[in-house]
């Protein structure tokens, strides 16, 4: 009869407990990982940043943006995303009545490039849903038929697609997504329901 | 053979063994115990530049901001804001703190510095016009955690009065 440890008995416990703080040090480091993603998303600075460029959205013509960009099929199909895209002209009433151009809307479209393709708020691309996105997030995930047909939501970045999987609610109307890219080269995403004109 | 106990042999294998795992478990944990001293300094500035912010910006968006006018009294920085209502709020910016209404957030890494500080667009685009503040934190420890306080206004230049010292 054995009255202690054999050594193949200890070889056995030592290869357990390694494997199991493999294990544990595997999962940390995953936590780690995660948690340094989450610093790029929501950033409160950001956060400001996509309201004020919502707002300024919001004064053009968004509504019948969204319209054209995600309520008309394509190919018998709603999109689930779209890219927003300054020189839409659709945004701005650049001629009155009297096919006189406005210059305020001139100014506008301007100012949108500034901001948006200008490089001065650190814009890579502005990204309009649905406000709920869980079609989209599983969209992404299966990668189904719908969304093959989806050209945009074949250029969504890796980041996007994990900022959009973490995003929450049901409510109706639409959501602005923006990704940023600042001086050294981070990126950093932020999201900001679209408030109705008015 | 003798199966009633360790050898010296064995036993010294096994000592080795667990080192080895011993070695390798206290490292995990003083990098973890490290990590925690650092986290109760980095999350307190993580905290308070989210309250900054927050509170500057909450002020721009509900007190309508009016002017800006640079102002001598802090260290690195000094911004007087004017609101609608006919408040006045500086924003004191020292090397080490930021006073905001009287308010005092302590910053326990890196430094605050008043490198392009501030811009404004002139009226290149007719009505509208966005105010950026920028004020950059250096000698931090580089945790991928954004210390940068960063204020912006986007809006209507028929909304605001000249601002005296800020191009806008």
Known sequence: MKKGFIFVETIVVVAFLTTALLLIYTSFIQVLVEEKQRNSFDDTAYIYRTYYIEDFLVSLNLEDYIYNHLETEVDGVKPLVTMFNCGDLSLYNLRDVNNNIIQSEVDKQKFCEAIINGGRFDVVNIYITRYDVSELSDCVEEDSIICKKNDELRNLSSGVISYIKTLSGFDDGYRLIIEYKDQEDNYYYSNVKIAKRG | ?168
């Open chain 2, 1 to 168: 053979m003798n199966n009633k106990g360790f050898t010296l042999v064995e036993l010294i294998v096994s000592i080795g063994l667990i080192s080895i795992v011993m070695v390798f478990l206290f490292n995990l944990l003083g990098n973890v115990k490290r990590e925690e001293s650092l986290n109760n300094s980095k999350n307190t500035d993580s905290l308070n530049r989210s309250m900054i912010i927050r509170v500057i910006q909450n002020d721009f968006i509900e007190l309508n901001l009016r002017s800006v006018n640079t102002c001598n009294v802090g260290e690195v920085l000094c911004y007087s804001f004017y609101f609608l209502n006919g408040t006045t709020k500086q924003l004191i910016v020292n090397k080490n703190n930021i006073i905001y209404d009287n308010e005092k957030w302590l910053l326990e890494s890196g430094e605050y510095t008043s490198n392009n500080s501030v811009y404004c667009t002139n009226k290149e685009y007719g009505d509208n016009y966005y105010l950026k503040i920028f004020i950059p934190v250096i000698n931090s420890v580089n945790d991928g955690k954004v210390r940068d306080i960063e204020l912006i206004r986007i809006g209507k230049l028929s909304e605001i009065t000249t601002f005296n010292d800020i191009t806008c």
